[in-house]
């Protein structure tokens, strides 16, 4: 059994959209003609075994928001819920704050999407790539190659180009580290929330803070290994 989460944000994030945002969510802005995380939705209502996708922020769950996910619910035959944050708590916060919901039904993995990423989701070869690595495999990071003066603005991984491990892992560097940047797409096994315990005892509040606990291999697929579309995207692994 499969979930997805979707972190979502609240109204203090965003601000770059005002005044559009101050009528209509960040997440619900129209990107194609659909809601921003109707893609989101539509690509994890896809996979096979996908049960429950899971909806985490801090925005009031106005009669706006409401609609939208009766209507996913409806259109994509799938449980949606939304839980809302008391307080900004990150994508890691948030995921830890909410983790008896994540793991109840006993999900063998689960997705975690920023809603303010656009891609085309290749979340099957991210299954594809993950699974055979059986319980070594924490999560599975998607990530893209940038422009060295674009990658100072994201996370930045280094890999050992030989092996393909991840060696090293920088939250927006002050200097050039790595054109491999982090995507905000994950696919996690639950035994990630020992991990994000073990990062918020260091007072790092976020999924990618995981990266810099040198306790776990981590491990890159190339593009075009796996994936039609081989611009932008690498899979890794962390395990």
């Given at each position: 059994m499969l979930k997805t989460i979707i972190i979502i944000g609240g109204p203090s994030k965003g601000t770059r959209f005002r005044p559009l945002s101050l009528d209509i969510p960040k997440p619900l802005f129209p990107v194609a003609g659909f809601p921003m995380i109707q893609h989101?939705?539509?690509?994890?209502?896809?996979?096979?075994?996908?049960?429950?996708i899971i909806l985490i922020g801090g925005y009031q769950p106005t009669d706006q928001l409401t609609r939208f996910i009766n209507e996913m619910q409806q259109e994509y035959k799938i449980l949606v819920r939304y839980l809302q944050e008391y307080a900004a708590l990150g994508t890691g916060g948030g995921m830890f704050h909410f983790r008896d919901q994540i793991l109840s039904g006993s999900p063998e993995l689960f997705f975690v999407m920023n809603a303010d990423v656009c891609c085309d989701f290749p979340l099957e070869e991210m299954l594809t790539f993950h699974r055979p690595k059986g319980s070594n495999a924490v999560f599975t990071i998607l990530g893209t190659e940038a422009t060295r003066q674009q990658s100072l603005t994201y996370g930045c991984i280094v890999e050992d180009k030989d092996t393909h491990e991840v060696l090293h892992y920088v939250e927006k560097p002050e200097t050039f580290v790595s054109a491999i940047i982090n995507c905000g797409i994950y696919?996690?096994?639950?035994?990630?929330?020992?991990?994000l315990k073990m990062a918020f005892r260091k007072n790092q509040e976020d999924v990618s803070s995981v990266l810099t606990l040198r306790s776990a291999g981590m491990y890159l697929l190339e593009p075009g290994s796996v994936l039609e579309n081989p611009w932008f995207y690498k899979v890794l692994c962390y395990r």
């Open positions: 989101h939705i539509e690509a994890s209502s896809q996979i096979t075994g996908m049960k429950e696919l996690c096994s639950p035994d990630i929330f020992t991990y």
